[in-house]
RNA sequence: GCCCCCGUAGCUCAGGGGAUAGAGCGGCCGCCUCCUAAGCGGCAGGUCACAGGUUCGAAUCCUGUCGGGGGCACCA
């Protein structure tokens, strides 16, 4: 569903306005240069493209800053500070600007007047959880895999990062008004869910009291010994002393279910529920994995070849092989990749093909895959896939994700699979809690090894930063219960009728001024795939935030519970809409805000 | 040998064409008779690995070098 008109949730679909003051000062700056191109000031056909409004890095330097004249003085043939003084002439009429300078090199930059920032918080609180939705992707689908883990086993560490990064990327889109399709490609086809299924019927016959011979290369886990019990309790002892061939596929498939819904459980305790499971073994036998390859047979890009040594690295055993190729060197690939063995039968990267071709066909405008940082060798064969598939029509964005090092007190916490003992996505969410797991893997980005410390992440103090934003969304909640009990009303509309021109201390503004950057932040980070980005600027905000409610201490007029209930009410308005967005954001991380620290 | 990612303060990391490069930790100095000090403010700390190039402008884009990690024909 469509995020603002599916979710209840008031949005830009519901037919209240994006309230992206950055955006609106943008258009505001384009019909200043349209205005003077048509008085013959500027040459007409001007590239707009490039012309940006953001955030200063000084706040000194004012609220907003376009680099317009900057841009446009090349292709305009003219000096810089001439359009800059000409556009601020233009801008510093508007009544939402209330004063537009020419700085350095060509910058011109905006203060706006006090009443635009009141219009950011009301906004913010009228449209409570849905402030910031975006139309950005409106209209657009986009399928986001990830997870896909093996059926053989429970999830691990890694696999948990990935879970979160792909549950928040995919909230993350919905608010910025995709479509969003979560989805799971089980990798059942291949030869470890075969050890799988030995590895169970062991267990099974430990069920019925017979010694269990886990061999090398079977999975040793304790995990799937229930599974053997189960495996008696619906066989009896039908498959004992019978061979492989008679229980392989029974017992397969038995496992395999048992393996996803474990799977499923796993991802539950994150929060984390997929739209679409999507089956590689499913594929086979059907003629889709075929049909796919046909596809790319009719374009020319399937070919019988031999392929050349790696250089550098010669495998021991290699030796010239006749394959079936995919032209993946056409779209970018460093060579052509092999979809069938020698033997004739499936790679690996045939049914990936089938199963992409499969999202292509269902119509996404957009796909994202989220693989470990261990598979970026299949990056460019399967973007090249996706490319000659869709004829370039859909774009496929992979993101890589890389290792979590995992830490208790400082120290390393080393995991042995051999011994079976590493450690699960149960054992991280039983002891730092699904919140918090989700928070901290979310304060790297993706590309970037992330260290976890079982210890410091249930620390409570500022330098851990779930702590720190929780502490800043119970402040929040403390302060509007005690304005609630000297009788102010706190809901949203209320607040929006305040009388917001009673916040013009500086302090006061620099609050708001970060709550308008939000809206901005949110198209940021979607249109990158950038999640993390949500959680370090969810940090900035609770850091002006206390900074704010520190100045308290100071300077009492600063304090939000005040006698006079109109300067109270603005005050109480700011600390409403800082939550609000801290609420927002959280929502996209997939964290529950607390109202109150315990 | 080739491909991908990374290299920013003592440490952990943001920023990825724009102005004087930021945050946390660690160090030093301040702030509780006052809405939660589990907090806040300030000071010190930088050749953005290195060298070229593109640009009015480069930590950011391109090329190369060095260093770290990952991956490199029928395994998934």
Do not use: C
Not at 305 to 311: I, N, S, T, Y
Not at 482 to 495: I, K, N, P, V
């Amino acid at each position: 569903m469509t995020g603002a008109a599916g979710s209840g949730m008031p949005g830009p679909a519901a037919g209240n306005p994006v309230m992206n003051l950055f955006a609106e000062i943008r258009t505001l700056v384009l019909d200043a240069i349209a205005t003077l191109t048509e008085a013959g000031r500027l040459p007409p056909g001007l590239d707009l493209a490039a012309v940006a409004v953001e955030p200063p890095r000084d706040p000194a330097h004012g609220d907003m800053a376009t680099n317009a004249a900057m841009v446009l003085a090349r292709p305009a043939g003219m000096n810089p500070r001439t359009i800059a003084e000409a556009l601020a002439e233009r801008l510093a009429a508007d009544p939402r600007v209330a004063e537009a300078d020419v700085a350095g090199p060509g910058f011109l930059n905006l203060r706006l007047q006090p009443a635009a920032w009141a219009r950011v918080l009301r906004a913010a609180l009228q449209q409570g959880a849905g402030f910031g939705r975006s139309s950005l992707g409106a209209g657009q689908r986009v399928n986001v895999e990830f997870v896909s883990a093996n059926p053989t086993g429970p999830m691990h560490v890694g696999h948990t990062r990935g879970a979160v990064f792909g549950d928040a990327l995919a909230r993350l889109l919905a608010f910025a008004g995709w479509e969003v399709t979560r989805e799971y490609y089980i990798n059942d086809g291949g030869a470890q869910v075969d050890v799988l299924a030995r590895s169970a019927y062991e267990r099974y016959r430990e069920a019925h009291g017979l010694e269990p011979a886990i061999r090398e290369g079977l999975y040793p886990g304790d995990y799937l010994i229930p599974v053997g019990e189960a495996l008696k309790d619906t066989y009896g002892a039908a498959f004992l002393d019978k061979p492989e061939s008679e229980w392989l596929t029974t017992i397969r498939d038995f496992a395999i279910r048992r393996m996803m819904a474990m799977i499923r459980e796993d991802l539950a305790l994150l929060g984390v529920t997929m739209d679409v499971y999507s089956s590689e073994r499913a594929l086979y036998g059907t003629g889709r994995i075929e049909a796919a390859l046909q596809t790319l047979r009719d374009l020319d890009l399937i070919y019988e070849g031999v392929l050349e040594p790696p250089k550098g690295k010669m495998p021991e055993d290699w030796e010239p092989r006749q394959q079936t190729l995919f032209r993946s060197s056409a779209f970018g690939d460093d060579v052509d990749r092999p979809v069938q063995k020698s033997d004739g039968s499936w790679t690996y990267f045939a049914p990936d093909i089938a199963y992409h071709y499969d999202k292509v066909s269902r119509g996404y405008d957009q796909l994202i895959d989220i693989f470990g940082a261990d598979h970026s060798g299949y990056v460019k064969r399967m973007k090249a896939a996706v490319a000659a598939l869709s004829q370039g029509r859909v774009a496929l964005d992979i993101k890589l994700i890389q290792l979590v090092k995992l830490f208790k007190n400082g120290e390393p916490f080393k995991m042995s699979k051999r011994a079976g003992t590493f450690v699960t996505l149960r054992d991280v969410v039983e002891q730092a809690g699904a919140d918090v797991t989700r928070f901290v893997m979310l304060t790297r980005k993706n590309d970037a090894a992330l260290d976890f410390d079982f210890d410091k992440v249930l620390e409570q103090s500022k330098d851990n930063p779930v702590w720190y934003v929780q502490y800043a969304s119970a402040r929040v909640h403390s302060v509007l219960r005690r304005a609630a009990d000297a009788g102010l009303a706190t809901d949203g509309a209320s607040l929006a009728a305040a009388d917001l021109a009673q916040l013009a201390h500086p302090a006061e503004l620099d609050l708001a001024r970060k709550i308008a950057e939000w809206p901005r932040l949110v198209e940021i980070a979607a249109r990158g795939n950038e999640p993390h980005r949500v959680a370090f600027y969810l940090y900035d905000l609770a850091s002006e935030f206390h900074a704010l409610w520190n100045r308290g201490n100071d300077d009492p007029a600063l304090r939000f519970i005040q006698d006079d209930p109109a300067v109270m009410a603005a005050k109480i308005a700011l600390v409403r809409a800082t939550g609000v967005v801290i609420s927002a954001g959280l929502a996209i991380l997939g964290v529950t805000p607390v109202e109150e620290m315990r």
